[in-house]
Antibody
Framework: DVQLVQSGAEVKKPGESLKISCKGSGYSFTSYWIAWVRQVPGKGLEWMGVIHPGDSDTRYNPSFQGQATISADKSISTAYLQWSSLKASDTAMYYC??????????????WGQGTMVTVSS | DIQMTQSPSTLSASVGDRVTITCRASQSMSTWLAWYQQRSGKAPKLLIYQTSSLESGVPSRFSGSGSGTEFTLTISNLQPDDFATYYCQRYKSYSPEWTFGQGTKVEIK
């Protein structure tokens, strides 16, 4: 099956670091961009950034630049989203998603199941 | 940057109804416009891409149209599974930038 499988829910304290993952399978992981999308509880969807696992070319939404870091390990078909110092405002559901066309910034036809990150003292 | 505004924010409807959700862009844009359905506690699901193309496996009661600054998602013969939140999304196939509308919740009347 073509799928993106994300790591499990996390509960962290402010100031802690965190790295969540998104593993692709069933397709050529290095051919498609992978995006990260944030959804604060009860709110809408926000695109954070995107990475091309083939060469690790990474682009960020200016609104999220510097807030988190996107990376990928193509050898294990996995993309990552990490924080060095979490804030309470990072509490959200985070989705990874894949555009529907190879190498193109298209609509997202494949989504991970989401990773809930809760930051609370 | 182009902003996307959906209306209404909430829509009450009954099974069998025809409903229309509007997405307005702050300036004229191309037809790179998608619609997603998000059921409670689930990931979004692509319904429509490039304004009016139906994603594989999506029922034909969903349709999209529009141009310029106004785009619409229409659900004909609303089914129980359709009560969810719907998002429009502008994208630019040549540049990494995706912008979502704020969402429209379709609830049972």
């Amino acid at each position: 099956d073509v799928q993106l499988v994300q790591s499990g829910a996390e509960v962290k304290k402010p100031g802690e670091s965190l790295k969540i993952s998104c593993k692709g399978s069933g397709y050529s992981f290095t051919s498609y961009w992978i995006a990260w999308v944030r959804q604060v509880p009860g709110k809408g969807l926000e695109w954070m950034g995107v990475i091309h696992p083939g060469d690790s070319d990474t682009r960020y939404n200016p609104s999220f630049q510097g807030q988190a870091t996107i990376s990928a390990d193509k050898s294990i078909s996995t993309a990552y989203l990490q924080w060095s110092s979490l804030k309470a405002s990072d509490t959200a559901m985070y989705y990874c998603a894949r555009p529907r066309v190879v190498g193109v910034y298209d609509a997202f036809d494949l989504w991970g199941q989401g990773t809930m990150v809760t930051v609370s003292s | 940057d182009i902003q996307m505004t959906q209306s209404p924010s909430t829509l009450s409807a009954s099974v069998g109804d025809r409903v229309t959700i509007t997405c307005r862009a702050s300036q004229s844009m191309s037809t790179w416009l998608a619609w997603y359905q998000q059921r409670s506690g689930k990931a979004p699901k692509l319904l429509i891409y490039q304004t009016s193309s139906l994603e594989s496996g999506v029922p034909s009661r969903f349709s999209g149209s529009g141009s310029g600054t106004e785009f619409t998602l229409t659900i004909s013969n609303l089914q129980p599974d359709d009560f969810a939140t719907y998002y429009c999304q502008r994208y630019k196939s040549y540049s990494p930038e995706w912008t979502f509308g704020q969402g429209t919740k379709v609830e049972i009347k």
